[in-house]
């Protein structure tokens, strides 16, 4: 053991994200026996089995729909030195230069600065939209209601638990910091308005599409990364393109490549990439 135990690196609030994608060297593969490949394979298996085994962690396992690459893992787990260790067996298990990265991304859940707090959502909507007078029952009420609410919209963003819908699309994107249409040079208020709009627009695609938003300012080449699970890959389409329309996406929007991939569990997914 260690003389010097390794420190835990675990955020302040959230989890460590971690999208793998990986291109599988076939020449490499085939310098192995049919004896040895069954034993990666199970090497695999058996790490994919210890990883969702941990606490507070999960992985989606996924095959890459083009060549961009041909497997795929998201990853989710509170401490960073947890997260690089399983990556770092992950890259190995099929066995040395098998398993070639081709992109990696590193995020962490996290909630909106635009989030409606409680005052917000008494002030703009009870008494401004609904007309409802402070202190009532009512009032209370709906201010109890908002808390539920919240509370379960925080929890899933911060400590998700997300399901294996067969459709996944990873992309990352970045607010513009230069030329006119600079998103940080914005007053704070026209940001949340612009934002709330953008939220709007999301939520119409409520039990089509799950998404989930994750920072990475100071972590990797963006500020965000952004995973979309679905059924039915029409509606990534189209949330992707309608929300482009918006003023946050239009005016203020870089994106990065989008990785498509379908969830799979390992044995379908080693027959679908023909291990």
């Known amino acids: 053991m260690s003389e010097h135990p390794i420190e835990p690196i675990v955020p302040l609030e959230g989890w460590h994200v971690m999208h793998l994608f990986y291109s599988i060297d076939h020449l490499q593969w085939s310098t192995l026996t049919k004896e040895e490949q069954r034993a990666a394979k199970t090497h695999l298996a058996e790490l994919v089995q210890e990883i969702r085994a941990t606490e507070d962690t999960h992985l989606l396992t996924f095959a890459i729909a083009t060549p961009k690459a041909d497997i795929g893992f998201m990853l989710l787990t509170p401490d960073l030195q947890v997260a690089n260790a399983y990556e770092k067996r992950l890259s190995l298990s099929l066995g040395p230069e098998v398993l070639q990265a081709t992109y990696s991304y590193l995020s962490q859940t996290e909630s909106s600065e635009y989030t409606t707090t409680r005052e917000q ?153 023909c291990l």
């Open 121 to 273: 959502y008494a002030k703009e909507t009870l008494v401004a939209k609904e007309r409802m007078k402070e202190g009532t029952t009512a009032f209370e009420q709906k201010l109890d209601e908002f808390d539920t609410r919240m509370e379960h919209y925080l929890k899933h963003r911060l400590y998700p638990v997300l399901p294996e819908w067969p459709a996944i699309c990873f992309y990352p994107m970045s607010k513009r910091r230069s030329g006119e249409n600079n998103w940080y040079n914005l007053e704070y208020d026209v940001r949340r308005k612009l934002m709330a709009g953008h939220a709007t627009t999301g939520r119409k695609y409520s039990g089509k599409i799950l998404q989930l938003i994750t920072g990475s300012t100071g972590l990797d080449e963006h500020e965000w990364g952004v995973t979309l699970l679905a059924h039915d890959t029409h509606w990534i389409k189209d949330i992707v393109y309608k929300m482009r329309f918006d003023e946050v996406s239009a005016k203020y929007a870089d994106f990065g490549d989008f990785y498509i991939g379908m969830n799979l569990p390992l044995n379908a997914l080693f027959e679908r990439v």
